[in-house]
Structure formats: structure tokens, C-alpha cells
């Protein structure tokens, strides 16, 4: 499953990011920083007019030698990450998408919390469960 | 359309045997390269034409090759992808726990990892070892990736391969990891960053350069990619560490190297190709930073072309990281070196510290006092350690101001005096003395004046300002804070107050990283260049503020000098400068020796001096250092060369000497014409001109300077200062030669022993001088005459050759100063032929000549010697040799009135003392001593003997037929001889062939009677008497 899942305020920010083994911690905030490039990249191609119809999910950002960075875009911006280790080879496209969903619905529940104030770290604990669910279960 | 079916029947076929695979000893191998039947085979000869087709492997491959070779480039590479896909799902199945047993042979270790190989069409040596079940999967995908990548750039889709070029080597990493295959250590590193690289240079190949840099969002991973690589390479050769690779790590990098194998012949001639860069990456340290900065640089600077600046930032970090590295290494070999490098950068920190007028006055003077204190310390301790010196950046030091050049034009002459006035600020709070200041100096043997073009920066006052502020320190001092204080416009109360920095985007600006890496950090950049010229200044004192320093420049060598750094010495601390900007230039010329030659002439510029010498000065202005005393000066004159020494002269002085010019006097003018040669070169052209009486010879002398290809000419013009003439008089048979010499000039000369010679040296010749005095003055204008008598015994002489030579001086010189004059003349024909007498007599019967009278003219014609001239015509007649004379009576002062004929032709006997006489009658016309007339003798030539003119030679008057043949004939000769003509007003006609008179040398006729005067009584019945007195 996934080794780190992050979110990003439309000003990329990062609102939450999580990796499974902890000390190349560091690493990963890397390798989603760098992906937001290509997010950004994807965003701006796709015309404004079709920025509606345009699919949430952004596939494959960019693969490296160990991982792959898949991205998705809320409409209002907000950016999921999620890095897979490139050694799971079982993971399918489908399954990453339904992880995307996933995280899409958990952090409508958490902006739906009143007590929550939009562009704040995510500290909910209902999200958190839903992102270890999708982490890789060795931890 | 039976192709479309047999195609599709193959087809069929692979599919059943792809479905297959399930069933236990399937092979893919086998799958790959199995064999179909001949007709397939035949099917493929057919369809790509050709008749002599190799015995094909027909299998999924061969369907591909089909497509290609059909041109269907989109089906074959879809062959190829199926392919792909089946075996990745076969690694992942077995990775999954499905063995298949096939797939052992790429379980087997890797040994080779040479990368891809996208240069050939097809690979056919891995096309064999898979063929053979001996391919690794990296072997296998190589070729299918070579074989793909050959199709897609078919495709014209480039951009394609380099996406599945990163996928495929992801995948390669992943797939080796999952089957479990042991790999060496680094060998998968290798192998990707050549891949990548071979992608990347495939790529290139096919593309322009505006694709390239349009398209570098596809390639810059591949670039990140073999960065990356390349670092973990270095990483793992301990090329990134503290004391470089040890010998494990050497014993890495040859296991590593050794996998690479030999370079493929495709490549082994293109200098960069991958293969060679890895070798040389991973050789040295250095090369390895070197080519690991290249490809982070060139990664970088894609990602921020295509806007990923974060990507660009990810892989600046890592070149941060490895700098970091640098940095502690630089450390680490400090600790090593006795903390040199630390030394140097406290100390420049401190310097920079000292300088920063933000500070406080005692910290300042505090670090600055460490400077000095290291600086003493090391100069006085470590004698041993004299090269190793600090070398720190000036900036933090000092600030140039100015440099100013006297002379202010900066182009002086070799070994003139340049001073350059440097004016700094020191920047420290306390004044420093230094050992020396000192600029090195580039020098260009250049022209002069080419430069002048380069030296803009020079203001014409010959000044150079330097910028305000160095970099360095505009950064540090130029914040520009103002404070703001915003009023509310209603009751003017205070609202805001602030601190505004006005010059925010100048220090906030971004710098780019390209160019800081030219000056990573300071110290180690700063290096002292090695100058063999050099200005210094010894133990200067630098006070807090402006100072100035005045430097004596080098100009020893003309050319043009640069300032290229200007390095300060503080003991063992030198503040250096690397680049004088600007460019600081100055020049030095050098300038030949000048000679000038100039005629001393006392009078008028255009006649020199009437002397036979006159005096040169010539002038010679050296204006080198050179040793004038082994230059030689010659000088040419006539067959002369002259060679002067000159004496050592310092420079710009003017060494002036005269030279006399001697010409000596041709000894016969008329015959100067002849220019003479000496050494294949025409050294005097020497030019007679006879002017008002003068003969002028105009003399060429040129001066050669050994430093000099041209020679300097002068013109030299000579009179010759006297006329000679010479003449023979005769006495009877006695001889006298007489020589006239004359002064022409305006100058007063002194003659001495003149003296006549012969110069056949004849014994029987003997000359006897007629002169009483040796001395003699001739004045200006005036005459000189000698007198010689010539005397022979025996046969008199037919010619004689004589020269005159006397010396000469002007009346008022020396002896010393006498100079010999010669005159050469040849005398022909001396001795006397003939004697003629005139002798008037009264008429008969008279006592006297009386004017009106007739008086009988005698005029005698004796031969006195016998014949000796040759030119003389002989006729014969009856055995008697006799030569013909034409005598004629002139009266050039018409005294005489001649009656009949004045002249007449006469027969001589060829006998000595043969005399013959002719009468004629003449009437004098005045009373008086009146002077004889003159009888001239010519030799008569009857031309060709005609017989008409044969005489009747009976040796007496001639006939008259002749007499009117000869009247014509004496008148016109008189006529062409200037003669005084008779009144006859004849013309002469020329008519057949002519008598010729010819006249006889001087000397050969004796006239006895020249000068004798007779007196002649004037008539007495004449009234009015005439007297004429001569």
C-alpha cells in the first residue's frame, strides 16, 4: 500500500503528511514537494473551460527508481499525494483511484467539521484512521 | 489477399502457442524463437521480396521483423510491446510464487552491464544469446528496448522512447530486486546511467537543437536520473569521501569497470560518448565532480526551463549536499595541512569583519588585530613554511579607487620613466604595513598603437576609476534604510511609522547559481599568478581611508603591459585581487636611432664648396639603449665602404661628428660616364655636368645603419675647380707642350710641383721643364702656364702620352692639405712634317712695297723629315713617291689683296728637304708694317684617284682644268671650315666623288713666317694716306 499520503492547501501548503517508515521522513516531503510540479504542470494544461469536467484523479505523477507519486485535485484545489513503493507491483490503477476516493470523502468530513478552520493542519483522528488504513501495514 | 490470410494464419498460430504457456516445459525462449513451418517462411520471403533470404526464425519476433520490414512500424512495435508485456507479467507472476522454470536463466548473477545499445538496428549478439537461453534480463531488455526504441524513432515519436526509457529502467531495478538476482553492487548504477545516457545521446542524434530544448520535460529525467546514479556511484567508489577511495573502493571501482566490459565499437571514436564519461567519472576525485556538476547543472537548468522550479531546487539540493561535502572535506584536508584552510577562512572572516564599518570600532579593530598578529607570527616562526601564505581576497581589504599614469597618455618610450599613482582605501580601522604591494603584469609584445583602441576605459587625462564597490561589498554596505512616517491627513497625528529599505529588490535579488559557481568561495579561488613582471612597492603603510601609492612601472621591452592582479603582502598573508578591472593597460614604444646627414656648405645651399673636398657632418640621434659601439655605421662611397665605429651612447643623446668627404678629381673628366659596381650594388653614381665653366660631379653617398634597413642618401655635389688645357707648339723641329690650367673657382689655390711625365716611359722621350718656379699662386680666374720641351733622339715619336699632376691647396692651407690634380692628354703626330716660308717682295724694279702695287708672294713648302706620318697618301709616279698639298693664302685682316688663285694644289717629293715653290702675286691694301699672310697646308686627298683629278704631276702650278674644279672645291671647303670666305659666292655643288682636304695635327706644320711683317710704303701719288698700325 501507500508509504506516504499527503495533502496540500491550494496554496501548497501541506495540510497533512504521513509516511509509513519514519526516518526517511524527510525524503518524502521531498518527493511530494517535487511532485507538485507536476500537478501544477497537469492543472495548467487542461484548459479553464474544461477545468469542471477535468478528471480529479491526475494518474501517475512521476515514477522514480523506488516509488511511484500518483496525484488528485479537489476542485477547490486541495491536492492528494499518495507515494506507492515501486516494489508493489500488485497495486492496480483502480485501487489507487478508490484510495483517492477515499481520502477525497474523509477530508470532506473533516472540512465539514465545524471546529475545523479551513487551512489548518488536519488533526482529525477519524482521517488519520482512514489514511493508516491505506498505508502499508508494516508499521 | 492470400497474404492477408496467411498472415492472419500465423497469427493464429502464435496465439495457440501463446496459450500454450500454462502447460508445464513451455519456454519462452522457445516461445520467442520457435519454428514455424516453411511455408510461413516462404510466406515471409515473399512478402518482403527477396529471393536469397537467410534461413529466418520464424516466431512472434519474425512477424515483427515482417511488419517491419513491411514498413508497418505500429504493428511491429506492437509485437514488440506484447512481448514485453509477457514476459512482465511472467516476472511478476514469479515473483508472485508461480515458478516457471524457464525464467531460471535470468536468475543467473549478472556479469555484464554495459548498457543499452541503441546504435544498431538490431543487436544481433544479443538476438544470439537469447536465442541460445544464455541472456540475462538485462540482456533481454535491452534488446527489446533497442528493438522499440529503433521503431519509435522510425515512428518519428522520439519523445515516446525516452518515457519508456525511464519506465524500462525503473522496471529493470524492480524486476532484478523481485527475481532475486544477485547483482553486484553499483553494476545496476552503472547500468542505468549508461543506459540513460545512450538514451539520451540516441536522442540527441535524431533531434535538432530547438526540439531538444523544446522537448527537455521528456529527457530531464533521464538527466535527473543519471545524476542520481552517478552520485550513488560515487558514493559507493568513495569518490565523496573524506580521504578520497581507499583500496577497497578501488577494488570496487575495477569489479565495476570491469562489468562495463570493452567499448562497443560504434562509440569507441566519439569522445563523449557514455561509456567513456563513466570510466573517467569514476577515475578521480576531480573528474568526478566535474562530470557530477555537469549533469546537476544540466538538470537543473531543464527543470527550470519547463517551470519545475521545485524539481530544480530537489536536485540543487543535492549538489548542495555534495559542496557540503566539499566543504567538510576542505575541512578535513585543513585538519590534515595544520589548519591552513581554516586559518584562511577565519582570517578572511575576519578581514571581512574588520572591514564592516557596521561594527563596532573596538571589533573592528580587534579582528583586524588578528590579521596582523597571524601575520607577524608566521613570518617570524614558520621560516620553513615560506610558501605556504594565506592568500585572502583583497575586497575585504581595500578599495580601489584610482590609478593614475604619468605621463598621463600611458605610452612611453623603452626605459622612460612610468609612474602609476594607485589610489585605494584601506578598509581596516587601523593603519597596516605592508611588505609589499605588488601588481603582476601581463606582457604582449604588441605594436604600439593597436591597442589604443582597448584601452577605452583609460580616461584622457590618464586615469582609471574603478567601480564604487566591488560585489563584495556593495552587498554589505549599500542598504539604503529611510525612514517613513505616515501622517493622517485629518488631524496630522502620527499613524505610521517605518523603516523602509529603498534598495530591496537589488539585495533581495536572486543570484543565479551558474554564476556563483565561478567564485564558490573565495579563498581557494584566490591564487597568486606567476608574472615575470611585476609592480611593486616595498613597506607601505596603509592608513585607515584613502591612501595613495606610486609605483614605477617596468618598460624595458616595448609592447604593451596589462595589470592583471594586485596582491598585498602581509607576512605570511597576501590580500589578493584576481582581476584588475578595468582593464589597466599601458604601453611602451621604442624608436630606431635617427641619422641625419647634412652638407656643411659655406655659400649657397645648391654649389657645394668649389673645394675638391668638403665636409660632411652627419648627425646621429640615438634614441635606444642600445650599444651604439657595436653597431658599426657604414658608410658608402664610391668603391669605398667605410665602416664607423660609434661610441657607447646613453639614449637621447645626440652624437654628432663631421666627415670629410674627399672626391678626387677625375683625372680626365670628359671620360667619367662609366658608373661602377661594387659588391653587385650600385654605390656611387657619380655625374659630370659642365655648368658656367665648371665641371660639377654630383656624388651619391649612402649610410648604412645596422639598425636600420633603409640606407641614408645623400647628395653631393662637387665642382671641379679648374680648366686645363694643353697645346703644342713647335719651333722648327723643337717641340714645347704647354699646359694652361686655370681656376675656375673663386678661390685662391696654391700649386706645387707641376710636373709632366710620360707615361709610356719611351727612354728615346725626355720632357725638360721650362719652368723657374715650383710655387706657384693662381689666383681666382686666372691662369697657370707650364712649359715642357720635348726631346727625342731618333725616330720622333708617333704619339705621346703625357700626364700632367701638380699639387694644389687652396692659397691659405697647409701642405698637409695639398692635394694632386692630374690631367691626362695623348699628343699625335709631334713631330714637324713640313716648313712652310711666306716671303713677300716688291715687284721688280721696286724698293719697296707700295700699297696698290703688285707684290710677288713667295711661299716655300719644304719637307722636313721624311714621310713618318701615316696618314699621309703617297701616289707613285715613275717610281718617285710624292704626296699632294693643298696650300692657302689667308689674310684674315684683308691687308692683301691675293690676285688669281689663293690657293693651289702642290706635289710633294717624298724625300727630305724636297722644297717647293709657288709664286703668286699679291696687292697690298693699307700702308704700314703689315703682317704676312698666313699659308695653311692641308693634305689633299683626290678621292678614289679619280682620274679626272690625276694631275699632270709634272710638280708645277696645276692646270686649269683642274683650277676651276678647285676653286669650288677650296670654297666650299672653306665654307664647311669656317674659313674665312674669299667672296666667292659660289655654292658648292657636290658632285661625284669629292677631293678631301685634311688638316694636319698641330705641330706637323712649321710656320716660318708666322708673324713676320712687311712694311709697305703707301703710294705716293695718293692724297689721302692710310696708315695701318698693327
Not at chain 2, 614604444?589 to 649657397?604: A, D, K, M, R, V
Amino acid at each position: 500500500m501507500a508509504v506516504c499520503i499527503a495533502v496540500i492547501a491550494k496554496e501548497n501548503y501541506p495540510l497533512y503528511i504521513r509516511s509509513v517508515p519514519t526516518q526517511g521522513e524527510l525524503k518524502f516531503h521531498y518527493t511530494v514537494h517535487t511532485s507538485l510540479d507536476v500537478v501544477e504542470e497537469k492543472i495548467s494544461g487542461v484548459g479553464k473551460a474544461l477545468a469542471d469536467q477535468r478528471e480529479l484523479y491526475l494518474g501517475l505523477l512521476y515514477p522514480t527508481e523506488d516509488y511511484k507519486v500518483y496525484g488528485y485535485v479537489t476542485n477547490s484545489k486541495v491536492k492528494f499525494v499518495i507515494v506507492v513503493d515501486s516494489s508493489n507491483t500488485s497495486l492496480r490503477d483502480n485501487e489507487i483511484r478508490s484510495m483517492f476516493r477515499k481520502l477525497h470523502n474523509s477530508f470532506t468530513d473533516v472540512m465539514c467539521n465545524p471546529f475545523y478552520n479551513p487551512g489548518d493542519p488536519i488533526q482529525s483522528k477519524a482521517f488519520d484512521s482512514i489514511v493508516s488504513t491505506m498505508m502499508v501495514q508494516a508499521c | 489477399m492470400s497474404f492477408t490470410r496467411n498472415l492472419g494464419r500465423f497469427e493464429d498460430d502464435m496465439r495457440t502457442l501463446r496459450e500454450k504457456r500454462t502447460e508445464p516445459g513451455w519456454s519462452f525462449c522457445d516461445y520467442f524463437m520457435v519454428q514455424v513451418c516453411d511455408w510461413l517462411r516462404e510466406l515471409s520471403i515473399r512478402a518482403v521480396g527477396c529471393s536469397s533470404a537467410v534461413h529466418l526464425c520464424v516466431d512472434q519476433e519474425e512477424l515483427a521483423f515482417v511488419f517491419e520490414m513491411l514498413q508497418q512500424f505500429e504493428d511491429a512495435l506492437v509485437q514488440y510491446d506484447e512481448l514485453d508485456a509477457l514476459f512482465t507479467q511472467y516476472v511478476l507472476n514469479f515473483g508472485a510464487g508461480d515458478g516457471a522454470n524457464w525464467l531460471g536463466s535470468f536468475c543467473q548473477p549478472v556479469r555484464s552491464w554495459n548498457g543499452l545499445l541503441l546504435r544498431r538496428p538490431i543487436d544481433m549478439e544479443k538476438r544470439d544469446l537469447i536465442q541460445r537461453g544464455e541472456a540475462s534480463l538485462l540482456d533481454l531488455r535491452s534488446y527489446l528496448f533497442s528493438r522499440q526504441c529503433t521503431l519509435l524513432i522510425f515512428l518519428q515519436r522520439p519523445w515516446e522512447v525516452t518515457a519508456r526509457a525511464l519506465e524500462l529502467l525503473h522496471n529493470c531495478v524492480q524486476e532484478l530486486q523481485l527475481l532475486e538476482v544477485s547483482v553486484e553492487s553499483g553494476a545496476l548504477d552503472c547500468w542505468v546511467f549508461l543506459s540513460s545516457l545512450e538514451v539520451l545521446h540516441r536522442i540527441e542524434g535524431c533531434c535538432d537543437r530547438s526540439q531538444l530544448e523544446a522537448n527537455c520535460s521528456h529527457t530531464v529525467g533521464l538527466w535527473t536520473y543519471a545524476t542520481e546514479k552517478l552520485r550513488s556511484l560515487g558514493d559507493l567508489c568513495g569518490l565523496v569521501s573524506e580521504n578520497g577511495p581507499d583500496s577497497e573502493d578501488l577494488n570496487k571501482t575495477v569489479d565495476l569497470l570491469a562489468g562495463l566490459g570493452a567499448e562497443r565499437p560504434e562509440t569507441i571514436n566519439s569522445p563523449q560518448s557514455p561509456y567513456k564519461k563513466l570510466k573517467e567519472a569514476l577515475s578521480s576525485v576531480e573528474a568526478f565532480e566535474k562530470h557530477y556538476l555537469e549533469l546537476s547543472h544540466a538538470a537543473m537548468e531543464m527543470y527550470r526551463v519547463i517551470g519545475r522550479l521545485r524539481s530544480a531546487r530537489l536536485v540543487g539540493k543535492s549538489l548542495a549536499e555534495f559542496y557540503m561535502w566539499l566543504l567538510c572535506f576542505a575541512c578535513f584536508l585543513s585538519c590534515a595541512c595544520g589548519f591552513f584552510d581554516r586559518v584562511c577562512r577565519y582570517l578572511q572572516t575576519s578581514a571581512l569583519l574588520a572591514s564592516d564599518t557596521n561594527l563596532s570600532d573596538e571589533e573592528r579593530r580587534h579582528f583586524c588585530q588578528e590579521i596582523l598578529t597571524f601575520a607577524r607570527q608566521t613570518a617570524e616562526g614558520k621560516g620553513q613554511q615560506k610558501d605556504a601564505r594565506v592568500a585572502l581576497s583583497m575586497s575585504s581589504f581595500t578599495r580601489l579607487q584610482e590609478l593614475r599614469f604619468r605621463p598621463s597618455s600611458a605610452l612611453v618610450h623603452v626605459s622612460a620613466a612610468l609612474q602609476l599613482e594607485l589610489r585605494l582605501c584601506s578598509l581596516m580601522p587601523v593603519p597596516v604595513t605592508l611588505e609589499q604591494i605588488s601588481a603582476s603584469i601581463h606582457f604582449t609584445q604588441e605594436q604600439p598603437g593597436s591597442t589604443a583602441q582597448k584601452r577605452a576605459a583609460q580616461n584622457p587625462d590618464g586615469t582609471v576609476t574603478f567601480p564604487a564597490a566591488s560585489p563584495a561589498s556593495a552587498s554589505a554596505s549599500a542598504l539604503e534604510l529611510c525612514e517613513i512616517l505616515e501622517h493622517s491627513p485629518s488631524d496630522n497625528a502620527l499613524s505610521s511609522a517605518g523603516v523602509a529599505c529603498r534598495n530591496m529588490h537589488l539585495l533581495m535579488r536572486r543570484h543565479d547559481s551558474t554564476a556563483s559557481l565561478d567564485t564558490p568561495n573565495t579563498a581557494p579561488a584566490v591564487a597568486m599568478e606567476d608574472a615575470a613582471q611585476m609592480l611593486r612597492a616595498s613597506d607601505v603603510t596603509l592608513l585607515p581611508g584613502n591612501n595613495s601609492i606610486v609605483f614605477t612601472a617596468p618598460s624595458q621591452k616595448p609592447g604593451s603591459y596589462t595589470l592583471r592582479q594586485l596582491c598585498a603582502t602581509l607576512g605570511c598573508v597576501q590580500f589578493i585581487l584576481p582581476h584588475i578591472y578595468p582593464v589597466v593597460q599601458y604601453e611602451v614604444y621604442s624608436q630606431e636611432p635617427q641619422l641625419s646627414i647634412q652638407p656643411l656648405t659655406g655659400h649657397n645651399t645648391d654649389s657645394m664648396p668649389v673645394l675638391h673636398s668638403s665636409t660632411c657632418s652627419a648627425r646621429i640621434l640615438s634614441s635606444s639603449a642600445e650599444l651604439l659601439a657595436e653597431s658599426a655605421l657604414s658608410i658608402q662611397s664610391s668603391e669605398k665602404v667605410t665602416s664607423i665605429s660609434l661610441p657607447v651612447t646613453p639614449p637621447y643623446h645626440t652624437l654628432e661628428f663631421l666627415l670629410e668627404v674627399l672626391c678626387h678629381i677625375p683625372s680626365c673628366p670628359a671620360r667619367m660616364e662609366s658608373e661602377r659596381l661594387t659588391n653587385g650594388q650600385i654605390s656611387r653614381r657619380s655625374r659630370t655636368r659642365f655648368n658656367s665653366g665648371m665641371t660639377l660631379i654630383d656624388q651619391k653617398v649612402s649610410v648604412d645603419c645596422p639598425w636600420s634597413i633603409y640606407s641614408t642618401l645623400v647628395s653631393l655635389t662637387f665642382h671641379v675647380p679648374f680648366t686645363i688645357k694643353h697645346s703644342l707648339l713647335s719651333a722648327g723641329r723643337r717641340k714645347f707642350i704647354q699646359v694652361c690650367l686655370r681656376n675656375v673657382s673663386d678661390t685662391n689655390f696654391r700649386l706645387t710641383n707641376q710636373t709632366l711625365t710620360e707615361n709610356q716611359h719611351t727612354p728615346s722621350l725626355e720632357l725638360c721643364s721650362l719652368n723657374t718656379r715650383t710655387h706657384s699662386l693662381v689666383f681666382r680666374q686666372q691662369c697657370v702656364f707650364s712649359v715642357w720641351e720635348l726631346r727625342w733622339s731618333g725616330v720622333s715619336p708617333v704619339s705621346v702620352h703625357c700626364e700632367f699632376s701638380a699639387a694644389f691647396a687652396p692659397a691659405d692651407a697647409p701642405d698637409a692639405a695639398l692635394k694632386l690634380y692630374r690631367y691626362d692628354f695623348t699628343l699625335e703626330r709631334v713631330s714637324t712634317l713640313y716648313s712652310v716660308r711666306a716671303e713677300i717682295r716688291p715687284a721688280v724694279g721696286e724698293q719697296q712695297c707700295c700699297t696698290g702695287s703688285l707684290c710677288r708672294l713667295e711661299v716655300s713648302l719644304t719637307r722636313l723629315s721624311e714621310a713618318s706620318d701615316s696618314d699621309e697618301e703617297y701616289s707613285e709616279t715613275d717610281g718617285l713617291r710624292s704626296s699632294r698639298l693643298l696650300y692657302e693664302v689667308i689674310d684674315n685682316s684683308s691687308n692683301w689683296a691675293v690676285c688669281g688663285k689663293s690657293s693651289g694644289v702642290v706635289s710633294m717629293p717624298v724625300a727630305a728637304m724636297a722644297t717647293h715653290k709657288v709664286h703668286m702675286e699679291v696687292m697690298p691694301l693699307f700702308a704700314g708694317h703689315l703682317l704676312v699672310p698666313s699659308i695653311r697646308v692641308f693634305k689633299y686627298q683626290p678621292r678614289l684617284a679619280s682620274p679626272v683629278i690625276q694631275p699632270d704631276t709634272d710638280s708645277c702650278l696645276e692646270n686649269d682644268s683642274l683650277s676651276l674644279e678647285d676653286q669650288a672645291e677650296t670654297a666650299s671647303l672653306r665654307s664647311r671650315g669656317s674659313v674665312q670666305s674669299l667672296g666667292s659666292g659660289e655654292s658648292a655643288q657636290p658632285r661625284g666623288p669629292m677631293p678631301k682636304r685634311q688638316a694636319f695635327g698641330p705641330g706637323q706644320v712649321f710656320s716660318g713666317t708666322q708673324g713676320q711683317q712687311v712694311l709697305v710704303l703707301p703710294a705716293a701719288d695718293h692724297h689721302l694716306m692710310e696708315v695701318n698700325v698693327t
